[in-house]
């Protein structure tokens, strides 16, 4: 199995978020996507994994046989998407049963993450790394060969990044492809990366240029917008949609 994409371009709110992406994964390699916060990290995965178009470019997915790429893939994002008053092993067999291809079976996949203790326990009641747990145990109910991972570490301490660690090494191992994005190092072996950067707005074209200087605007934040930045009554241009108030992309 190989993924290819190719010259991927991104667009949310209007915006260019990012374009030109490009990368091929084969059976057993990892990708680490790496870049500031608002780059457009999660936008990629969002995008692979069906869940947003891309302005632009290809995704091609070769030797699958009959599957389609969402066939194919797991995808973990920032929000754990577990149901709060089901029990954590509940929420696997509700996995394993909608995903088909079981693996591992709930209990089992628990006890992989540390967590066979609190199978019975609603999910409400978990801590944010024990959620964050349960929500990566759901990637061993059911065979996937891609893994797509928003942040995989986040609320994890450290015995569990390095359980995960060795879960994804594991998945690998057996033919799996994993594509990540993380602020934080994975320590996958060999792993590709690619760093997102923030598509910025071309240089001021000459007459143009003492408005936007003035505004104090950040590189892309006003890409594809027509109007001038709006101002406090004092004068001072106010953040807008998708932006910090130093003007710098959120
Ligand atoms: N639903 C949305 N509508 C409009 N713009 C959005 C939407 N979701 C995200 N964005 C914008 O797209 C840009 C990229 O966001 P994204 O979440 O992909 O970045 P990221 O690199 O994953 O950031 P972080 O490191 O903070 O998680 C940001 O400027 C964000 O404001």
């Known amino acids: 199995m190989r993924l290819s994409v190719n010259n991927l371009a991104c667009e949310r709110g209007e915006r260019r978020i990012f374009e030109g992406v490009s990368f091929t994964l084969s059976a057993g390699e990892a990708l680490v996507i790496t870049g500031r916060n608002g780059a457009g990290k999660s936008s990629l995965l969002d995008i692979l994994a069906g869940r947003l178009h891309p302005a632009g470019g290809a995704i091609l997915l070769d030797e699958a046989g009959e599957r389609t790429l969402a066939e194919c893939l ?78 995989p570490t986040s609320a994890l301490d450290t015995t569990s ?45 000459a007459g143009e240029g003492a408005e936007r200087s003035e505004a104090g605007e950040g590189a892309g934040s006003m890409e594809h917008s027509p109007s001038p930045a709006p101002r406090s009554r004092e004068g001072h241009p106010l953040p807008q949609r998708g932006e910090g108030e130093t003007g710098e992309p959120l």
């Not at 190092?185 to 001021?204: G, V």
């Open 74 to 151: 797991h995808y973990v994002g920032h929000r754990d998407a577990l149901k709060a008053a089901l029990t954590a092993e509940e929420n696997l067999t509700f996995a394993r049963d909608f995903l088909g291809h079981p693996a591992l079976k709930p209990r089992e996949a628990l006890e992989a993450v540390g967590l066979a203790h609190a199978a019975r326990l609603p999910v409400a009641y978990l801590s944010a790394g024990q959620r964050r747990r349960v929500a990566l145990a759901r990637l061993l109910v059911a065979h996937r060969p891609l893994w797509l991972l928003d942040e």
């Open 161 to 205: 990044q390095e359980t995960l660690r060795l879960i994804l090494e594991g998945h690998r191992e057996q033919g799996g492809m994993i594509v990540a994005s993380t602020h934080s190092p994975l320590f996958l072996k060999d792993a590709k990366e690619i760093r997102i950067e923030r598509t910025k707005i071309p240089p001021p074209v």
